[in-house]
Nanobody, 125 residues
Framework: QVQLVESGGGLVQAGGSLRLSCAAS????????MGWFRQAPGKERDFVAF?????RYADSVKGRFTISRDIAKSTMYLQMNSLKPEDTAIYYC?????????????????????WGQGTQVTVSS
């Protein structure tokens, strides 16, 4: 019911910046909560950031990444600054109809019903 398409990935040097976009279509009312996850080769899919009426960040990206949303455009963004080689991964956009509450395990991929195809981010040292 919701389609998600990521874009904006690429190759950057350490210390550089990228902005990822996630465009939603279909039943966008079912994407009240949205988030970013990433997965490096041989690793599990890890939480990066999420947004509803509030935002949360993984400790590893706090202070460097900023999540935002343009509701009119049905688009979510992830501004990534001061990139490190450890940030290299495929970045996935995710969405769920649920509204955030304090008991929601927002950091778990299992909380999100809809997923994009991913976009590659590579940070060279």
């Amino acid at each position: 019911q919701v389609q998600l398409v990521e874009s904006g990935g690429g190759l950057v040097q350490a210390g550089g910046s990228l902005r990822l976009s996630c465009a939603a279509s279909g039943r966008t009312a079912s994407s009240n909560t949205m988030g970013w996850f990433r997965q490096a080769p041989g690793k599990e899919r890890d939480f990066v950031a999420f947004i509803s009426w509030t935002t949360r960040y993984a400790d590893s990206v706090k202070g460097r990444f900023t999540i935002s949303r343009d509701i009119a455009k049905s688009t979510m963004y992830l501004q990534m600054n001061s990139l490190k080689p450890e940030d290299t991964a495929i970045y996935y956009c995710a969405a769920d109809p649920k509204s955030f509450n304090s008991g929601m395990p927002y950091f778990s991929p299992h909380e999100y019903h809809y997923w994009g195809q991913g976009t590659q981010v590579t940070v060279s040292s």
